[in-house]
T-cell receptor, first 112, second 114 residues
Framework: SQELEQSPQSLIVQEGKNLTINCTSS?????LYWYKQKYGEGLIFLMM?????EEKSHEKITAKLDEKKQQSSLHITASQPSHAGIYLC????????????FGKGTRLHILP | DSGVTQTPKHLITATGQRVTLRCSPR?????VYWYQQSLDQGLQFLIQ???????AKGNILERFSAQQFPDLHSELNLSSLELGDSALYFC?????????????FGSGTRLTVV
C-alpha cells in the first residue's frame, strides 16, 4: 500500500523566516493534497497538485510536485504566527479508489 | 464553518461502553469518510460511504461500524471501548471522488476513554 513520509516531523522557526516541508511517497502520486490543521481542529484544504512539475501558490504558501511525481514540497515565505499548525500531505490511491491516505504531518511552531 | 457538522465535539466515556458519533456532510456531497487521528498513528482512514453504500474500508476495527442514512448523514458506532480508542475522529465529505478540491473536513469529535 502507498505510504507518505513527511519531513521534518516538527519545525520551529523564527517569525519572518522561510521554511520547507517535504512529502515523499513510496509510489507514484496521482493526486497530492496539502492540508493545514490548527491544533485540535479540523483540516483546511490548501491545494492539490496533479501534474509532474506543477507548482501552486496560496498566499505565502507554495507547493510543488516533482517531475517523477513521488515527492512534493511545501514552502512558506516570510512565516507568520498564523502559519503555525500541522501540515499534512495526502495522496489519492493508485487505483483512484477515492480515499486519501495522509502522512503523519509536520508540526510547525512560529516564534515571535 | 466548513459545512460538515460533527456532533458531539467532546465525549468522555468509560472502557467497555459504546458511543455514536454523528456527521452531517456538506450540502450536495454524497461521499462521507471517517478518519481517526491519534498522536502516534496520525490520520488513519476508517471507512467511506457513497450515497448510502459502503465504498471503501480502511483500518477499521471490528468493534467499530458505520452507516450512511437516506438523508446522507452518517454515524460511526464504537463499541467495547478501550483506552487506546481515545482519539480525534474526523468526518469528511466530497461530491464524489476528492477531485481538485479534496475533502471538506468537519471539526472532529474528541473521544476520551477513561
Amino acid at each position: 500500500s502507498q505510504e507518505l513520509e513527511q519531513s521534518p516531523q516538527s519545525l520551529i522557526v523564527q517569525e519572518g523566516k522561510n521554511l520547507t516541508i517535504n512529502c515523499t511517497s513510496s509510489k507514484t502520486l496521482y493526486g497530492l493534497y496539502w492540508y493545514k490543521q490548527k491544533y485540535g481542529e479540523g483540516l483546511i484544504f490548501l491545494m492539490m497538485l496533479q501534474k509532474g512539475g506543477e507548482e501552486k501558490s496560496h498566499e505565502k504558501i507554495t507547493a510543488k510536485l516533482d517531475e517523477k511525481k513521488q515527492q512534493s514540497s511545501l514552502h512558506i515565505t516570510a512565516s507568520q504566527p498564523s502559519h503555525a499548525g500541522i501540515y499534512l500531505c495526502g495522496a489519492e490511491g493508485m487505483n483512484r479508489d477515492d480515499k486519501i491516505i495522509f502522512g503523519k504531518g509536520t508540526r510547525l511552531h512560529i516564534l515571535p | 464553518d466548513s459545512g460538515v457538522t460533527q456532533t458531539p465535539k467532546h465525549l468522555i466515556t468509560a472502557t467497555g461502553q459504546r458511543v455514536t458519533l454523528r456527521c452531517s456532510p456538506r450540502s450536495g456531497d454524497l461521499s462521507v469518510y471517517w478518519y481517526q487521528q491519534s498522536l502516534d498513528q496520525g490520520l488513519q482512514f476508517l471507512i467511506q460511504y457513497y450515497n448510502g453504500e459502503e465504498r471503501a474500508k480502511g483500518n477499521i476495527l471490528e468493534r467499530f461500524s458505520a452507516q450512511q442514512f437516506p438523508d446522507l448523514h452518517s454515524e460511526l458506532n464504537l463499541s467495547s471501548l478501550e483506552l487506546g480508542d481515545s482519539a480525534l475522529y474526523f468526518c469528511a465529505s466530497s461530491v464524489d471522488d476528492p477531485g481538485p478540491y479534496g475533502y471538506t473536513f468537519g471539526s472532529g469529535t474528541r473521544l476520551t476513554v477513561v
